[in-house]
């Protein structure tokens, strides 16, 4: 029998199939005792809905592998951060079209408020150009950016950094 962890590492993001949730870093941990697997899963952010196809995918997987007890976590602590997307994970957006995320903020105490718009330098998939703009804050889900580029106006989706 595959192990769980490696059965639960092919798992895809539903709204980033090219990703694994271990490439977006959401697959936490897969542990297996006394015949029981425990996956703990943490979401991009609070309200994700794609957790619920998560969880199911994940199910769907290792019963399909022969796991019959399975138990499916959700682990809020530490908060995801776009930090633990994978180096493979980050190619595999650029060579589909999105634009990986750059560092994740820092920040220990109060997060201040700011008004305007951030100023962000995101390099276009297609070219590589720094000349982007973002046309829309939130894309086909919350976490992606909608932008473009001004070299070769393609446009391209960004995920955000948290």
Not at 43 to 54: S, V
Not at 61 to 71: C, F, K, V
Not at 101 to 106: I, M
Not at 125 to 140: I, K, V
Request: glycine share 6%; aromatic share 4%.
């Amino acid at each position: 029998m595959v192990t769980a962890v490696a059965v639960a590492s092919t798992v895809t993001d539903p709204e980033l199939p090219m990703l694994t949730l271990a490439d977006l870093g959401v697959l936490r941990e897969v542990s297996e005792e006394d015949g029981r697997v425990t996956v703990s899963i943490t979401p991009t952010y609070t309200g994700c809905p794609a957790m619920d196809t998560m969880r199911d995918d994940l199910e769907h997987a290792l019963r399909d592998a022969g796991y019959t007890e399975i138990e499916i976590r959700t682990v809020l602590e530490p908060a995801w951060t776009s930090d633990w997307i994978s180096e493979d994970g980050r190619r595999k957006l650029a060579e589909a079209g999105i634009a990986p995320p750059g560092s994740a903020p820092r920040r220990s105490g109060p997060i201040p408020l700011t008004l305007g718009p951030s100023v962000r330098r995101v390099a276009c998939p297609h070219c590589g150009s720094l000349d982007t703009e973002e046309q829309s804050r939130f894309s086909a889900t919350a976490c992606k950016a909608l932008r473009r580029c001004r070299s070769c106006w393609e446009p391209f989706e960004h995920v955000k950094e948290i």
